[in-house]
């Protein structure tokens, strides 16, 4: 798909000529459907068999029709499919005291006011509100499902100043994994940075549980003074100062397409990751150590 920034940003990033290739590619019919919005891929199957979609004005029955939805006349029960927006991704540095939510019935600050935009855009994940760093904001829901969901597993990465000065049992218990309401937490990376009186933490995960690292800290006995996510799989927050906003860079950009990529790969079953020999192997000892339960050691293997 084409990628434009945010007309405040300037110039678009990509070329007139990538622009016209992507312009002719053809994707499944009920694919399309569901990325409008219309319904779910499978219910989205389902209409079609019904006969309730037509394109250019004929019926269409059969799966897996190619359309192309910038081109092609889309119809679902008589009702023109609206053409694709291009995508819009921002990243910004959400503050303290502000929502990471699209819009609030309350009339709260969200961190979509922060950023100026034609396009409706919609937050990647969430922080909560006394946490803040980076967000990215997008209209591209595929993308957004799939940096967010725990299934995919990409990394996020925090800054977390805690009260006092874990020991190491803390920390080992933080690595190792957590028992919280709702089960047991993947094992995490955990490292000091800095300790003065108070300490800050780099940490890492591949989850994002309801204020997770907050309740983590707090079981093992700390009290979590300021959370800042730094990262969120190929992005990082940088210098970036709160409350300010940037469009990707062109690297960035390309890690997101290879995201794109890779999780759909996976989701066809094509072996990517499995093909690596036994990797997760060296790292399974130390969990018989936390006393936990069973049946996810070769997914936890893989989160260390």
Same mark, same amino acid.
């Given at each position: 798909?084409?990628?434009?920034v945010?007309?405040?940003?300037?110039?678009? !990033? *990509?070329?007139?000529?990538?622009?016209?290739? %992507?312009?002719?590619?053809? *994707?499944?019919?009920?694919?399309?459907?569901?990325?409008? $919005?219309?319904?779910?891929?499978?219910?989205?199957?389902?209409?079609i068999?019904?006969?309730?979609?037509?394109v250019?004005?004929e019926?269409? #029955?059969?799966l897996?029709?190619?359309?192309?939805?910038?081109? @092609?006349? %889309?119809?679902?029960?008589? =009702?023109?499919?609206?053409?694709?927006?291009?995508?819009?991704?921002v990243?910004?540095?959400?503050?303290?005291?502000?929502?990471?939510?699209?819009?609030?019935?309350?009339?709260?600050? #969200?961190?979509?006011?922060?950023?100026?935009?034609?396009?409706?855009?919609?937050?990647?994940?969430?922080?909560?509100? @006394?946490?803040e760093?980076l967000?990215l904001?997008?209209? @591209?829901?595929?993308l957004?499902?799939?940096?967010?969901?725990? =299934?995919?597993?990409?990394?996020?990465?925090?800054?977390?100043l805690?009260?006092g000065?874990? @020991?190491?049992?803390? !920390?080992a218990?933080?690595?190792?994994?957590?028992?919280?309401?709702?089960?047991? #937490?993947?094992?995490?990376?955990?490292?000091?940075? &800095?300790?003065?009186?108070?300490?800050?933490?780099?940490?890492?995960?591949?989850?994002?549980?309801k204020?997770?690292?907050r309740?983590?800290?707090?079981?093992?006995?700390?009290?979590?003074?300021r959370? %800042?996510?730094?990262?969120?799989?190929p992005?990082r927050?940088?210098?970036?100062?709160?409350g300010?906003?940037?469009?990707? #860079? &062109?690297? *960035?950009l390309?890690? %997101?397409? &290879?995201i794109?990529?890779?999780d759909?790969?996976a989701?066809?079953?094509?072996?990517?990751?499995?093909?690596r020999?036994?990797?997760?192997r060296?790292?399974?000892?130390?969990?018989? *150590?936390t $006393?936990?339960?069973?049946?996810?050691?070769?997914?936890? $293997?893989?989160?260390l």
């Open positions: 798909m084409p990628v434009y945010l007309p405040a940003f300037g110039a678009p !990033l *990509e070329s007139e000529r990538v622009r016209v290739r %992507i312009a002719l590619v053809e *994707e499944r019919l009920q694919k399309v459907l569901a990325h409008a $919005g219309v319904a779910s891929r499978r219910r989205a199957e389902e209409m068999v019904e006969g309730r979609v037509q250019n004005g019926v269409v #029955t059969q897996g029709t190619k359309v192309n939805p910038h081109r @092609d006349v %889309i119809q679902v029960d008589g =009702r023109p499919l609206g053409k694709p927006e291009r995508p819009v991704y990243l910004v540095n959400k503050p303290r005291g502000v929502l990471s939510a699209a819009r609030d019935t309350r009339g709260r600050k #969200t961190v979509v006011d922060l950023v100026p935009a034609r396009s409706r855009l919609y937050p990647v994940g969430r922080l909560d509100l @006394d946490s760093g967000m904001l997008t209209n @591209d829901g595929a957004a499902l799939r940096l967010a969901h725990p =299934r995919f597993e990409h990394e996020k990465e925090y800054r977390v805690v009260a000065v874990p @020991d190491e049992a803390a !920390l218990r933080l690595r190792a994994g957590v028992g919280l309401e709702g089960g047991w #937490t993947r094992p995490a990376q955990v490292e000091v940075e &800095r300790s003065n009186g108070d300490t800050w933490l780099r940490m890492v995960l591949r989850e994002g549980r204020r997770q690292i309740r983590m800290l707090e079981k093992v006995g700390y009290q979590v003074l959370l %800042i996510r730094v990262r969120m799989g992005l927050l940088g210098d970036l100062p709160p300010a906003y940037r469009p990707l #860079t &062109r690297d *960035e390309a890690a %997101i397409r &290879r794109r990529r890779e759909v790969e989701a066809r079953g094509i072996p990517a990751r499995r093909g020999p036994a990797a997760p060296p790292r399974r000892g130390p969990r018989h *150590e $006393g936990r339960p069973g049946g996810r050691r070769r997914e936890q $293997g893989r989160q």
